[in-house]
Every structure is written in C-alpha cells, then in structure tokens.
Nanobody, 127 residues
Framework: QVQLVESGGGLVQAGDSLRLSCAAS????????MGWFRQAPGKEREFVAA????????YYADSVKGRFTISRDNPKNTAYLQMNSLKPEDTAVYYC????????????????????WGQGTQVTVSS
C-alpha cells in the first residue's frame, strides 16, 4: 500500500475556489490511477473524480463536471483537485485514494476499487 496525505481544505464562500493536494509516498505513484471521493455529514462516501496513471484521462461525477479539475504531477508524487464555483452542497470531507491496478485507466468509481486512502481534508462552503 501507499500512504496518502490530503491538504488544502478550508472554509470558503459560495463561488470561491480551492485546490486540494494529495501527496503520496513511494516510488510507484505514476503507475496507478488516482481518485477523489467526498463524504458529507450523514451521507455515504461518493465518487468525485479520477485520473488515469498517465494523467491523460479524467473522469468526473455529474455534480462536479465543469467546475472541478483533477490533475497529477507524477515527478512530485502528487494529485490535485481544483475546485471552482464551489457550492454549499460541495461541503464534505474530501479523500484521495489509489486504484491498485497497475496502469489503471482511472475509470473506477466504486470505493472497493481503491486500496489506499488518505485521512481526508474538510471543505466547507458557506452560502
């Protein structure tokens, strides 16, 4: 497994932007697809976005498409989630996760497809 550490969360107003980072340990970060999930109070953890091992393919939940952008910097072992036009309903703890499939395409959207998770970072959007 790999250790993942998220950062960049905070309290913002509706319409603001935030960029989350996910720093990964180990030397094989570039071999795996990465995903972002979120969990709001009283709700199940849900898929937000995923990116292929190379960064060439990105996938998004309908609720964030056009507002969020997932990216990665393989030499820095870091994945990012740029969140623009934030809404109160985006309030949640955001988690990054690794798909253990070598050369993953980034198409996995279920929790069980990912084997390593960060501790999460809180994003709160006020109206």
């Amino acid at each position: 497994q790999v250790q993942l550490v998220e950062s960049g969360g905070g309290l913002v107003q509706a319409g603001d932007s935030l960029r989350l980072s996910c720093a990964a340990s180990g030397r094989t970060f570039s071999s795996y697809a990465m995903g972002w999930f979120r969990q709001a109070p009283g709700k199940e953890r849900e898929f937000v976005a995923a990116i292929s091992w190379s960064g060439g393919r990105q996938y998004y939940a309908d609720s964030v498409k056009g507002r969020f952008t997932i990216s990665r910097d393989n030499p820095k072992n870091t994945a990012y989630l740029q969140m623009n036009s934030l809404k109160p309903e985006d309030t949640a703890v955001y988690y990054c996760a690794r798909d253990p499939t070598v050369g993953g395409a980034g198409t996995a959207r279920t929790l069980r497809a990912y084997d390593s998770w960060g501790q999460g970072t809180q994003v709160t959007v006020s109206s």
